[in-house]
């Protein structure tokens, strides 16, 4: 990296960002992977160094991997964290006091796998999945469809999730709206099929997940603030958009962003890529623009591959950001989540922000199989 190049990327991602009562020293978070590295939900000492090693390599916020709220359909993995239950928050409470120690931020994402649950699969085995309709991602017929005494269920996880989350000193929450999990079921038209007032037009589709959102709100104090994760692209539906048009993502955000979203982490594969014909904004863009609220970008951020190509084995090489720091430096979006070249080089934004990007380690398929 160039001189100037170096002075850019520290002028550009060294600044703080603040949010309620949340202070990122720069605007470089850990976006949240599941790592599967917590056995019986608890996240250990190990899982607590992971995440303290980001932030002592500069990261400024990290985002947990997904983590299920308390309900016994959240989930479908015996090895991913928990946010329920004396061991589990122990274990949490671990974790934020090792990144507090080394001056960063955190938030988890709360979590509920809806639809996609597989029958049979812990923590809870005998849990049916649950979603809008009864249908899976691809239309077929799965689980079943919630009741009202379901969806006030699971809010009532959420909001008692987020503030467990505070109580336990983190510095926010990050709600998982995206990728086709439940809440984002709700949200698209190809999972929600409901005639009811949670299903039909855009604006309905938004209900539960704007139900979930002011219940957190109420349920913590006015300096926590709530983060909001969204994406058009669905697990196995890569094409999928809950909004087609500008005019159609404002009817989505509006009724979110009054019940109290702060942030929106929009979540694309490669974040250079426009999200609407005659603009180059990205999706986290086009948020910022017509939400007015701070937005968080991602996407293969930093590397020439997307992380789909990680599951199937492949490398990814070193990449520039020149084209994330002329976005940056035009205020396109707030913050950067930086995935897979942070599970690669645990010091990947302070080699950035001090011109080291020569020393950057580049990612490995294999780098996924331990917990460094």
């Known amino acids: 990296m160039t001189d100037e190049n170096a002075r850019r990327a520290a002028d550009a991602l060294a600044r703080p960002f603040s949010v309620r009562g949340l202070t990122s020293r720069n605007r470089i978070a850990m976006a949240p992977m599941t790592r599967q590295f917590s056995p019986g939900g608890v996240p250990g000492q190990d ?40 061991d589990a928050f122990a274990g949490w409470s671990g974790v934020v006091d090792s990144v507090h120690r080394e001056g960063g931020a955190i938030i988890p994402q709360l979590w509920h796998v809806g639809v996609t649950r597989a029958e049979g699969a812990p923590p809870v085995a005998d849990a049916e999945p649950v979603g809008p309709s009864g249908v899976s991602l691809s239309g077929e017929p799965k689980g079943r469809a919630m009741t009202q005494q379901d969806l006030d269920d699971v809010i009532a996880a959420f909001a008692d999730a987020a503030a467990a989350a505070e109580r336990l000193g983190f510095d926010g929450v990050e709600l998982h709206g995206a990728h086709g999990y439940l809440i984002d079921q709700f949200l698209w038209e190809g999972s929600n099929r409901r005639t009811d007032a949670y299903g039909g037009g855009i604006v309905a589709r938004t209900r539960f997940a704007a139900e979930i959102v002011a219940a957190c709100r109420a349920a913590v104090s006015d300096s926590f603030p709530l983060f909001f994760r969204m994406s058009q692209w669905k697990m196995d539906a890569y094409e999928a958009k809950l909004a087609r048009t500008p005019e159609e993502l404002d009817a989505l955000l509006t009724p979110l962003a009054e019940a109290g979203v702060d942030v929106f982490h ?9 999200e609407f014909e005659d603009s180059d904004l990205n999706l986290a863009g086009w948020v910022k623009k017509i939400s007015g609220r701070p937005t968080v970008t991602v996407g293969s951020v930093g590397l020439d591959g997307d992380f789909f190509s990680a599951f199937q084995g492949d490398s990814s090489s070193v990449t520039g950001i020149d084209q994330l720091l002329d976005r940056m430096e035009r205020d396109e979006f707030d913050m950067v989540a930086v995935g897979r070249a942070l599970i690669a080089d645990p010091e990947w934004a302070a080699k950035t922000l001090l011109g080291r990007t020569a020393d950057i380690t580049p990612f490995g398929a294999e780098m996924l199989k331990t917990l460094r």
């Open 47 to 86: 899982v607590a160094e992971y995440y303290a090693r980001r932030a002592a390599g500069g990261v400024g916020l990290i985002i947990t991997e997904g983590t299920y709220v308390d309900h016994a359909s959240a989930g479908t993995s015996g090895r991913i964290p928990v946010f329920h239950g004396e």
């Open 266 to 274: 929009a979540s694309t594969r490669r974040y250079w890529l426009p």
